[in-house]
């Protein structure tokens, strides 16, 4: 009765068009106060301990450190590089534009940031180029999403915040599934390009290829700062966050010299209101965290799921499609925030690993951010491509059936995620 009171105020809070932050911290604080006799210090002593977790830290630093990049010019060194390496096979703009969304996935850790730099360069030299509109907002708007699977991902930081996984282990986890990801989203780009016959450029040389890769090689360094810092043990994935952001700094600032330093405050400003965005939404979570445990909401619906005998499959199933729905209507930290502390527990209980749950919760996540009506994606896009939602959503299908082709294999074969932390010693067995 109480898990129906909870969710029944949460929807009608969430229905009245009220932030998602505020309709939980709302909907806990109405709960514990008219319906329980927990103490108001101990809902204050929660607030703070659920909050001062050193990996918290890490997203303002990547945050900082995707916008230093964003606005620093190292996107159009890295498409530079890619449409040089991709460019001469069918499609070569739309292959550029998924290897380009991918290297810079690999330096941003956020998906509406890689969609910017990426889109805002790639999609007018698309429509020059002969491609119809249709094709570059497909292409981009997908492989935008890279930007939360591959490492560094500020979607993962939560998770792990969440459910006290390692930060390392699940960066790790996300470097194949998110290459392969990037594979199949480019063989669709290639497939329908070469149907419909698109334009290809010209083969480039090697030694124009060289220089492309000279010239993006200070963004292409924070891949290996970042990932090759926390694999070696130079430096935790906080510790990592915090160098990144500094790098891109210097990047943007005195090696490329896009930004002139009167333009930091300016990006400090925008982090600094991003970060504090989602700081207050994990604060909220953390107390609706804090209701759950204390109704044993979690355990009670592990043991009715266990005791229908629904197994593993079943799970796993029901789980992507709930985040699926949830993918409608909220965006990716919420979805995580609110659904990892009710479907973690009853995932351990019946033995899925932690890491490779959550790349399975990511993933999720990176087809939300593709479908209407809130995918987030897809606003972005629109306001690059001047597209309306409705016109996007056709645009993008086809790379969005091949996002939930991939996202029935990286949810029944564990595998993909965790062969890569396993090997690297990072998990047990």
């Given at each position: 009765?109480?898990?129906?009171?909870?969710?029944?105020?949460?929807?009608?809070?969430?229905?009245?068009?009220?932030?998602?932050?505020?309709?939980?911290?709302?909907?806990?604080?109405?709960?514990?106060?008219?319906?329980?006799?927990?103490?108001?210090?101990?809902?204050?002593?929660?607030?703070?301990?659920g909050?001062?977790?050193?990996?918290?830290?890490?997203?303002?630093?990547?945050?900082?450190?995707?916008?230093?990049?964003?606005?620093?010019?190292v996107?159009?060194?890295?498409?530079?590089?890619?449409?040089?390496?991709?460019?001469?096979w069918?499609?070569?703009?739309?292959?550029?534009?998924?290897?380009?969304?991918?290297?810079?996935?690999?330096?941003?850790?956020s998906?509406?940031?890689?969609?910017?730099a990426?889109?805002?360069?790639?999609?007018?030299?698309?429509?020059?180029?002969?491609?119809?509109?249709?094709?570059?907002?497909?292409v981009?708007?997908?492989?935008?999403?890279?930007?939360i699977?591959?490492?560094?991902?500020?979607?993962?930081?939560?998770?792990?915040?969440?459910?006290?996984?390692?930060?390392g282990?699940?960066?790790?986890?996300?470097?194949v599934?998110?290459?392969?990801?990037?594979?199949?989203?480019?063989?669709?780009?290639?497939?329908?390009?070469?149907?419909?016959?698109?334009?290809?450029?010209?083969?480039?040389?090697?030694?124009?290829?060289?220089?492309?890769?000279?010239?993006?090689?200070?963004?292409?360094?924070?891949?290996?700062?970042?990932?090759?810092?926390?694999?070696?043990?130079?430096?935790?994935?906080?510790?990592?966050?915090?160098?990144?952001?500094?790098?891109?700094?210097?990047?943007?600032v005195?090696i490329?010299?896009?930004?002139?330093?009167?333009?930091?405050?300016?990006?400090?400003?925008?982090?600094?209101?991003?970060?504090?965005?989602?700081?207050?939404?994990?604060?909220?979570?953390?107390?609706?965290?804090?209701?759950?445990?204390?109704?044993?909401?979690?355990?009670?619906?592990?043991?009715?799921m266990?005791?229908?005998?629904?197994?593993?499959?079943?799970?796993?199933?029901?789980?992507?499609?709930?985040?699926?729905?949830?993918?409608?209507?909220?965006?990716?930290?919420?979805?995580?925030?609110?659904?990892?502390?009710?479907?973690?527990?009853?995932?351990?209980q019946?033995?899925?690993?932690?890491?490779?749950?959550?790349?399975?919760?990511?993933?999720?996540?990176?087809?939300?951010?593709?479908?209407?009506?809130?995918?987030?994606?897809?606003?972005?896009?629109?306001?690059?491509?001047?597209?309306?939602?409705?016109?996007?959503?056709?645009?993008v299908?086809?790379?969005?059936?091949?996002?939930?082709?991939?996202?029935?294999?990286?949810?029944?074969?564990?595998?993909?995620?965790?062969?890569?932390?396993?090997?690297?010693?990072?998990?047990?067995?």
């Amino acid at each position: 009765m109480n898990t129906l009171i909870i969710f029944v105020l949460l929807a009608v809070l969430m229905l009245t068009g009220m932030p998602i932050s505020i309709s939980l911290g709302l909907t806990v604080l109405t709960f514990l106060f008219t319906m329980t006799q927990v103490p108001i210090e101990s809902v204050a002593l929660k607030l703070f301990t659920g909050i001062e977790k050193f990996e918290i830290m890490a997203i303002p630093f990547f945050i900082l450190a995707g916008n230093f990049l964003t606005h620093g010019g190292v996107a159009k060194r890295m498409i530079r590089f890619a449409t040089s390496m991709v460019g001469h096979w069918h499609g070569g703009l739309g292959l550029g534009g998924v290897l380009a969304c991918a290297l810079f996935a690999a330096v941003s850790g956020s998906s509406p940031a890689t969609v910017v730099a990426i889109g805002s360069i790639l999609m007018p030299a698309m429509v020059k180029a002969g491609f119809p509109k249709r094709f570059g907002a497909g292409v981009i708007t997908t492989s935008g999403a890279l930007g939360i699977l591959i490492p560094p991902s500020i979607v993962m930081v939560m998770y792990a915040v969440s459910t006290n996984t390692s930060v390392g282990a699940l960066f790790m986890a996300g470097v194949v599934p998110g290459i392969v990801l990037a594979t199949m989203l480019g063989l669709t780009t290639w497939h329908r390009a070469r149907k419909n016959n698109y334009p290809r450029l010209p083969r480039a040389s090697w030694a124009d290829r060289f220089k492309a890769f000279r010239e993006s090689i200070w963004g292409l360094l924070l891949i290996v700062i970042v990932m090759g810092g926390i694999y070696s043990g130079m430096f935790t994935p906080t510790e990592a966050a915090a160098v990144s952001a500094v790098w891109a700094f210097i990047t943007a600032v005195f090696i490329y010299k896009d930004m002139g330093l009167k333009d930091v405050p300016r990006v400090l400003l925008s982090s600094a209101n991003m970060s504090a965005m989602l700081l207050y939404i994990i604060t909220n979570a953390v107390l609706f965290s804090f209701l759950m445990t204390h109704e044993n909401i979690p355990q009670a619906m592990a043991d009715a799921m266990i005791g229908t005998g629904v197994g593993v499959i079943g799970f796993l199933l029901i789980a992507n499609v709930l985040m699926l729905a949830a993918g409608n209507f909220m965006e990716p930290s919420s979805i995580v925030l609110i659904l990892a502390p009710i479907l973690f527990p009853i995932a351990t209980q019946l033995g899925i690993d932690p890491i490779h749950f959550g790349v399975l919760m990511v993933v999720n996540m990176e087809v939300g951010m593709c479908h209407p009506p809130v995918g987030l994606n897809l606003y972005v896009s629109s306001g690059i491509t001047k597209m309306g939602i409705t016109e996007l959503t056709v645009a993008v299908w086809p790379w969005l059936l091949t996002m939930l082709v991939f996202l029935v294999i990286v949810t029944y074969w564990p595998p993909l995620s965790l062969a890569l932390p396993r090997a690297l010693g990072m998990l047990g067995g």
